[in-house]
């Protein structure tokens, strides 16, 4: 009985570690139409291609989305890369922890269209567009 007890209490420690490891996500709310941020965008698309988004759609490293720290799913949001003032229009469908000072993360696609896969992070500005 004693060894069934311990190892009922090694599970609920593991448990209890794993839960302290878990990010939350802040709550999200519906910017504004005009509402604008600044700040470093990277890019995500190989390793996370066919896999599930957060809001339940399977990820297209070649569909112009983004995942935001905040902003509600739908979000339409203009991105501009500010070295290369080249700007695209991307669907909020996916979350990220922001644990890493940055704005927003973008899809491969929509990082070729404003010039991100190369140097992989850079300054943006973010318009909610819709």
């Given amino acids: 009985m004693k060894r069934g007890a311990a190892v009922l209490a090694a599970v609920a420690l593991l448990a209890g570690c794993a839960h302290y490891y878990h990010y939350r996500f802040p709550p999200s709310f519906a910017p504004p139409v005009g509402f604008v941020e600044e700040g470093v965008a990277s890019w995500y698309g190989p390793g996370y291609h066919g896999n599930r988004t957060s809001n339940g759609e399977v990820y297209d490293q070649e569909a112009l989305t983004a995942a935001h720290a905040t902003f509600v799913f739908g979000t339409r949001v203009k991105v501009t890369l500010l070295s290369t003032r080249r700007s695209v229009v991307v669907r909020i469908n996916d979350r990220f922890p922001n644990h890493k000072g ?29």
């Fill in 102 to 130: 940055r704005v927003i993360d973008v899809s491969k696609a929509a990082a070729r269209a404003i010039g991100l896969i190369g140097p992989g992070t850079g300054r943006v500005r973010v318009e909610v567009v819709g």
